[in-house]
């Protein structure tokens, strides 16, 4: 299945969903980048996992980006059976309280790659059954990910 044929089958159950496209000297690959609003991401993920056609049965990461406006989550999807690739990107505009839904019920591997984006980016995660810092101590103050965080200094500088 190629990228239209990917984006059809996905609008048809998910019309409002938007292709986004590739940047003129934008070097990718031939995944197909969809954004996706965080109220119906959970939505989504499930019936890309689940719909046969589609099958996306390996989440291969999770990561964030600070763009200082607003943050974005990435999900990587790959369809080890029919052999396609996704992308999702999940823009949150509210930095004082950015929260996405947790995919862990979906795919069991987003478990500490979001632990590991709340605990460095502070990116909350509903629904995840055991989101605290994996990282860093229980009592660090801030989220060093960020690129308003300020360090301040520590018992080792």
């Known amino acids: 299945m190629n990228s239209e044929q990917l984006l059809a089958s996905i609008q ?3 019309p409002e969903l938007q292709a986004i496209p590739k940047v003129q000297g934008q070097v990718r690959g031939d995944e197909l980048y ?3 609003p965080p109220e119906k991401l959970t939505e ?10 589609l099958a996306f049965d390996f989440l291969s990461f999770v990561t964030s980006v600070d763009w200082k406006d607003r ?15 996704l992308v ?4 949150l505009s509210d930095r ?3 929260e996405v839904p947790s995919v862990t ?43 308003d965080y300020v360090p301040k200094p520590d018992r080792y500088d």
Not at 88 to 91: A, R, S
Request: a positive charge; charged letters at 25%.
């Open 12 to 14: 048809a159950k998910f």
């Open 34 to 36: 969809l954004a996706v």
């Open 44 to 53: 989504l993920c499930r019936f890309l996992r689940f719909d046969p056609p």
């Open 71 to 85: 943050f974005e989550v990435v999900y990587y999807l790959v369809s080890t059976l029919h052999k396609h690739k």
């Open 88 to 91: 999702l990107k999940v823009n």
């Open 96 to 98: 004082a309280n950015p």
């Open 105 to 147: 019920e979906i795919w069991a591997a987003a478990d500490w790659q979001e632990r590991e984006i709340f605990d460095l980016m502070g990116i909350r995660f509903g629904g995840h059954y055991n989101l605290r810092r994996i990282l860093l101590p229980e009592d660090w103050e801030g989220y060093p990910l960020r690129k």
